[in-house]
Each structure stands twice: as C-alpha cells, then as structure tokens.
C-alpha cells in the first residue's frame, strides 16, 4: 500500500495511468509501465520503458507545475550545462484524473548521498561543488523576459523574502519540539533563524532572477562524481535566487561549500540567508514528513546538522 503524502492526494495507480497513456499517446501502448518507489512529494513517476517517465501531480492544482515547465523549461535548457528533463508530451485531464501530466525523456545517473558534518571531505564534493556552482551561474545568467514577470506561475515564496516565512519556521520549530528522535539542537535553529532575521536583507525585496529552487540531493544526477542532471524544475520561478544555495548543506562537506562559495562569488548577508533558507526547509520537511518520508527525514537532518556545525564554526 503507498502512503498517502498529502491529506489532498490524487488516487494514482498504474491501472489509472496505463488507461491515461495508451488513451492519449497510443504509440506508447506496448511500453511496460513501472511505478518507482522513488517518487517524490509533489509528482507520482512511473518509468516508461527503457527511455522515458511519466510524472502526474500528486495534489489538485499540481498540474499548473507541468504546464509551467513546458512554457519554460525550454527557454532555460539550452543555458544549462547539464542534462534537464525534456518534456516529450503533454497529457490532459481524463477518467477522473483532473491535472494535466507529462511524459518526459529518462534521464540516467545516481542520486548524490547527503553529507553529514561528520563524513570526511573528499574531491568528489569538491567536484561537486564546482558543477553546481555553474549550473546556479547558467541559471542567473538567463535574461527574464517581461512575460516571465508578470506570469503568476513564477513567484513562489521560496524567492521571496525571508521574512515571510518567520512565522511559519517559528511554528515548525515548536512542532519539532514534540518529534521523538529528532536529533538537532532545536533552541540553536531558533536562534540562527532569529539572527538571520535580523539582517536587512531579510526585508529586501526579491530580486527578479530565475531560480530552481530545490537543488537538492534528490533533484541531482550524478555519474562519476560529476554532476550530469538537474530534475524537476517543478518550482523554478523568478524572485530572490538565495535560495538555490540551500542545498549545499546538504549534499556537500565544508571544505567543498567554501569552494563552492567562492566560486559563486557569494557575500556574507547573502550567505547567511542561504544557510538560514536550508534550515527552515528542513524544519519543514521534519514538521510535515517525519512519518511518511524517512529518506527526505535523513536528508534533511544532514542539512540541518550542517547548518548548525557551520554557524558554530563561523561564530554565527
């Protein structure tokens, strides 16, 4: 039995989504259809014979991600110096599935392993660092066309800022409070949130870049060590592109963010809100996954944990 994510979820099963594309896309009819245990929170995947996905949104409205991505994802794929979902059809709502969905192109390649303060370093990261430093380079870089502006699709509040999300990191602490075996030193995430609030940036209007969004570990290909794929560009939008610093603390050891830092050529303030962004979306997935996502859970807690060890280390 899967486990409902959401208390909204769209019943999805494989009779269900055989019945969607042997209806709108016949020529893939004789493709075997499998679910992966690997689906995400937001979209159900089943892998398409050898070379391709299907995604369905998992939440009523989750549809208006697909569309955004095939309005968008183009104008960007091209900039990006790694391999980014290709959509190859767009399906409609039909036999009681109300959301648009997508089939796009198999993207090959590993999940990186999180990084927890305690594994060593290694050169791998330091790679690793390297290639998503220019994947968040190429992504900057890209010019925001005047409609991108005014698209409504595009103004998530992950590239808004900080401030807005106070009151519900603050809410997610205390829910954390009460989680039985959350190792993470709840009383110092309150107090790094509580400083990165207080700088100014932390009320500055969003700048109008293009960001992913969440690059993190299970939104990353790699092979060989080397960075290869981006996936699910579900929330890329326009706004205050800190956030797609957050993952960082996740996926890579210290010595690795600092390169990455540098790279990237980012400043203190900036930084600071990067780092704060990676700890309250971890308080977020602890606060509404703890029971039905452990490998989001221990993901998450390696970034938070990274988080803490780093702002202990630079005294804030």
């Given at each position: 039995m899967k486990i409902r994510l959401h208390q909204n979820e769209i019943a999805i099963d494989t009779k269900l989504v055989r019945r969607l594309v042997d209806n709108a896309f016949p020529e893939y009819s004789a493709r075997p259809?499998?679910?992966?245990?690997?689906s995400g929170s937001t979209n159900v995947l089943f892998r398409l014979g050898d070379d391709l996905l299907v995604r369905l949104p998992r939440q009523p409205g989750g549809g208006a991600a697909i569309e955004k991505e095939r309005r968008w994802l183009p104008e960007l794929a091209r900039h990006i110096p790694v391999s980014v979902p290709e959509i190859v059809a767009l399906?409609?709502?039909?036999f009681g599935f109300g959301e648009r969905?997508?089939?796009?192109?198999?993207?090959?390649?590993?999940?990186?392993?999180?990084?927890?303060?305690?594994?060593?370093?290694?050169?791998?990261?330091?790679r690793l660092a390297d290639d998503l430093a220019d994947v968040i380079i190429a992504i900057r870089s890209v010019d925001v066309p005047?409609?991108?502006?005014?698209?409504?699709?595009?103004?998530?509040?992950?590239?808004?800022?900080?401030?807005?999300f106070d009151a519900q990191t603050r809410y997610n602490i205390e829910k954390c409070r009460s989680l039985d075996g959350l190792d993470l030193d709840l009383d110092a995430a309150l107090a790094l949130w509580s400083?990165?609030?207080?700088l100014p940036a932390a009320f500055e209007p969003p700048?109008?870049?293009?960001?992913?969004?969440?690059?993190?570990?299970?939104?990353?290909?790699?092979?060989?060590?080397?960075?290869?794929?981006v996936l699910d560009f579900g929330g890329l939008s326009v706004g205050d592109p800190t956030i797609d610093l957050h993952?960082?603390?996740e996926?890579?050891?210290?010595?690795?963010?600092?390169?990455?830092?540098?790279?990237?050529?980012?400043?203190?303030?900036?930084?600071?809100?990067?780092?704060?962004?990676?700890?309250?979306?971890?308080?977020s997935c602890f606060a509404y996954y703890w029971d039905t996502m452990p490998g989001r859970r221990r993901d998450r807690l390696a970034m938070a944990r990274s988080v803490l060890a780093d702002a202990t280390a630079d005294g804030g």
């Open positions: 259809l499998t679910r992966l245990d690997a399906g409609e709502p039909a969905w997508s089939i796009v192109r198999w993207l090959d390649g590993e999940l990186p392993n999180a990084c927890t303060p305690e594994d060593p370093a290694t050169p791998e990261r330091l005047p409609e991108a502006l005014t698209d409504p699709t595009l103004r998530w509040y992950r590239g808004r800022p900080l401030v807005e400083r990165a609030l207080a700048r109008d870049r293009w960001y992913h969004g969440d690059l993190v570990a299970e939104n990353l290909l790699v092979t060989d060590g080397r960075l290869t794929g993952g960082v603390w996926i890579l050891d210290a010595p690795a963010r600092h390169a990455f830092r540098e790279r990237l050529g980012v400043g203190d303030d900036e930084w600071i809100r990067g780092r704060a962004w990676a700890l309250a979306i971890a308080l």
